[in-house]
């Protein structure tokens, strides 16, 4: 039998997930609390719209709820869907602070429920590709991983850059790397609006002795959206501004002559670019999320993998706001 899913929050982003779970489930319910918006529902006959979350939650034949809303609402409308019973898709960050998000991994818990972040770089085949050389050890021993997600625009003057950008690289890096930092350390400036950090530089560093960094960015020249993995052997980039060579290997890297007498040198080989298939990463992800639900696949390792995102969040953001 399909899932039946309802979606909440049809801005820019909700209609995404809604036309995915259209294709993959049953679309039950759209809702926003902005009745402008039933304009989404109109592509969907067979859902209905609300402005009510709590239709959602009172339908007792829906299964799950995609939470794709603002993110300081994310915390409160993910825990209301699991104590009713729901499984949830909710976008990133599903809470800023670590211990909202223990809440939620516990409440998921004791309702077996799924609560799956909606960490969309994660399901992207090249950043699948990516980690799978790292997990073969191809790379050598990984040194250091670091972020560019920068461009001019868009301006935002209600969440930081760290929390508008930074959640997608930090996903990635502690996915690739999977451990949980010791130290993590943002330093930034609100330019353009008090309070509001147009430009971050995070620092982040592993009980391994890695060491990672993310540039975040709306006030700058270039548009970067790039992971770079840095390893004995050799050094992979991952580049999302790239249509057909998104992931690039190089196979370069430091190297000790044993008759040198330790002098340090460099060795460079071939640069080539493997083959990336060209899925939706979003319909991944939604369908990761259905397969989840069906039984298939550990609920519990998602859902504590995303605790693991928001603790190092909240690292870096007491940090930036001069906490530590
Ligand atoms: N994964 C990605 O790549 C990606 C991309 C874009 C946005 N997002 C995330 O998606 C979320 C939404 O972003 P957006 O750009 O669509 O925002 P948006 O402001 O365009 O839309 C949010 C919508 O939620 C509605 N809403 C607010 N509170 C509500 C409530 N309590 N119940 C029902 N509806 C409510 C608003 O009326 C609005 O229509 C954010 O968390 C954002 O971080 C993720």
Redesign the pocket.
């Known amino acids: 039998m399909s899932v039946r899913v309802g979606v909440?929050?049809?801005?820019?982003?909700?209609p995404n997930l809604a036309r995915n779970f259209a294709d993959l489930a049953e679309l039950a319910w759209l809702?926003?609390?902005?009745p402008a918006?039933s304009d989404v529902a109109e592509r969907y006959p067979h859902a209905r719209f609300t402005t009510s979350?709590d239709d959602l939650l009172a339908d007792e034949a829906l299964d799950a709820i995609v939470v794709?809303?603002?993110?300081p609402?994310?915390f409160e409308?993910a825990r209301r869907a699991l104590e009713a019973d729901k499984h949830v898709l909710v976008?990133?960050p599903p809470a800023t602070q670590a211990r909202d998000m223990d809440e939620l991994v516990v409440l998921a818990a004791e309702r077996d429920r799924v609560l799956l972040p909606?960490h969309?770089l994660l399901y992207h085949p090249g950043i699948r590709r990516v980690k799978e050389m790292l997990d073969a050890g191809e790379l050598g021993d990984v040194l250091c991983v670091y972020g560019n997600r920068q461009n001019l625009g868009i301006i935002r003057s209600n969440e930081n850059a760290l929390l508008?950008l930074g959640v997608?690289d930090l996903s990635v890096i502690l996915y690739l790397l999977d451990e949980d930092p010791e130290t993590a350390v943002a330093q930034g400036r609100d330019f353009l609006t008090q309070g509001v950090e147009d430009v971050v530089f995070c620092y982040l560093r592993f009980p391994s002795g890695r060491i990672a960094h993310m540039h975040l960015s709306w006030l700058d020249p270039h548009k970067m959206r790039k992971i770079t993995v840095v390893g004995t052997e050799k050094m992979v980039v991952f580049d999302d501004m790239e249509l057909e060579r998104k992931v690039t290997v190089y196979e370069k890297g430091p190297w000790r002559p044993s008759d040198r007498y330790g002098e340090w040198q460099t060795r460079t080989g071939d640069i080539f670019s493997p083959r990336i298939p060209n899925d939706e990463p979003l319909k991944l992800e939604c369908a990761e999320f259905l397969r989840l639900i069906e039984g298939d696949g550990d609920r519990r390792k998602v859902a504590a993998d995303g605790a693991r995102v928001v603790r190092a969040l909240d690292m870096l953001t007491s940090s930036l706001d001069g906490g530590s």
Do not use: F, M, N, Q
């Open positions: 909440a929050g049809l801005g820019h982003w909700g809702c926003d609390e902005d918006r979350y794709a809303t603002p993110v609402t994310h409308l976008e990133k909606g969309l508008s997608h």
